[in-house]
């Protein structure tokens, strides 16, 4: 798989549960860094999942002004900030109630489900910091500040060997788990995007979600793919032999 290709490997799991395996690889960081978002956007307030910038996930959407603001990005064509909830059981998230780390992100398909429920794709762009509401009807809206990645060179051999690292550690963990689909292995052993590689893992992980939100915050790709490394070294040795 070459970084000019798009591929949807499946779609397996949801918001609650389990490994997405989507992958997707046209663009690059470097690219979306770039692109032109608005500071005052729509917020889709997530109940558990953390994403992070260029990965494709499969959301859970159910509350009513969450599925008119998807409805109306998708429509429009419209970015929107995605931010998880610091807790699951708040049906009405304020200010305080979210983790004001997120990421901006672009609605790519709205799925309506055999059981009445909706599936939202969404890719993530770019990493947001959120100041501030700034309006709750007919859904949330919110002050933002942009946030940019600090990218390692594309021959940075220290980068790559990390990655791989990760790559090797994850794939193992995948290997000893009940609860995560056994071809995401698969998907992981063959994305040679390394700077996607590691928030894909970010995402897709059932880690913690403080761990999550910690490695969102870190600026440095390379620090927080070794910070994501600590993590995914504990998780190995702590997973059922």
Request: aromatic residues 4%; hydrophobic residues 40%; glycine residues 4%.
């Amino acid at each position: 798989m070459t970084d000019s290709q798009s591929k949807k490997l499946s779609l397996q799991g949801d918001e609650e549960k389990g490994f997405s395996v989507i992958a997707d690889f046209e663009g690059n960081k470097a690219e979306l860094s770039t692109m032109k978002i608005d500071d005052n956007l729509p917020i889709l307030p997530l109940r558990n999942m953390v994403l992070f910038p260029e990965v494709f996930a499969p959301v859970s959407v159910g509350r009513a002004s969450s599925l008119k603001l998807v409805r109306e990005a998708e429509k429009k064509n419209t970015f929107v900030a995605v931010i998880c909830q610091k807790s699951a059981q708040t049906e009405e998230p304020a200010f305080e109630d979210l983790h004001p780390i997120g990421t901006v992100g672009k609605i790519v398909r709205i799925l309506d489900m055999p059981d009445n429920t909706t599936t939202v794709i969404i890719q993530g762009v770019r990493r947001m910091e959120l100041k501030a509401i700034t309006s709750v009807r007919p859904y949330m809206r919110g002050k933002l500040e942009l946030l940019n990645d600090e990218l390692p060179a594309s021959d940075d051999k220290e980068f790559t060997a990390l990655v791989e690292a990760c790559k090797d550690l994850t794939v193992r963990y995948i290997k000893t788990s009940d609860s995560l689909h056994q071809d995401s292995a698969f998907a992981i052993k063959n994305m040679d995007n390394h700077m996607v590689l590691v928030d894909f893992i970010c995402t897709n992980l059932p880690l913690k979600k403080d761990e999550k939100i910690e490695l969102l915050r870190i600026n440095s790709l390379q620090k927080r793919a070794y910070r994501l490394l600590e993590i995914l070294n504990r998780e190995v040795q702590l997973a059922p032999i």
